[in-house]
């Protein structure tokens, strides 16, 4: 079993930045895809970024320019740069992980995720 756990949420103003952790504990497998995600108030989860054990990341076209995923492996973390930050980025923020590769073009899709952390906030004010 992987157990992911978020951290790093908070408030922060339009044009400010922020970055978000997912620690990754239990049985990891040596390959896998990780990903975030991210959901709105009142909206539906959305794939914002994913990185595979190799090391290939995919972006939302929303995100491109302004957000960073990263996988720390000494530590065992995901990490999640955000800047630039928009009031419409505000959202509980995800991580997930397949323990397997899945190369995207394009944002990940949440049904291929099979483990997934409890969700760290992130509130943008105008």
């Known amino acids: 079993q992987v157990q992911l756990a978020e951290s790093g949420g908070g408030s922060v103003q339009a044009g400010g930045s922020l970055r978000i952790s997912c620690v990754v504990s239990?049985?990891?497998?040596?390959?896998?895809?990780m990903a975030w995600f991210r959901q709105p108030p009142g909206k539906e989860r959305e794939g914002v970024a994913s990185i595979v054990s190799g090391g290939r990341v995919s972006y939302a076209d929303s995100v491109k320019g302004r957000f960073t995923i990263a996988k720390d492996n000494a530590e065992n973390t995901l990490y999640l740069e955000m800047n630039k930050l928009r009031p419409e980025d505000t959202a509980i923020y995800y991580c997930a992980m397949r323990p397997a590769i899945i190369w995207y073009s394009g944002p990940p899709q949440e049904d291929e995720f099979s483990y997934w952390g409890q969700g760290t906030q992130v509130t943008v004010s105008p």
């Open positions: 239990g049985d990891t497998p040596r390959t896998y895809t």
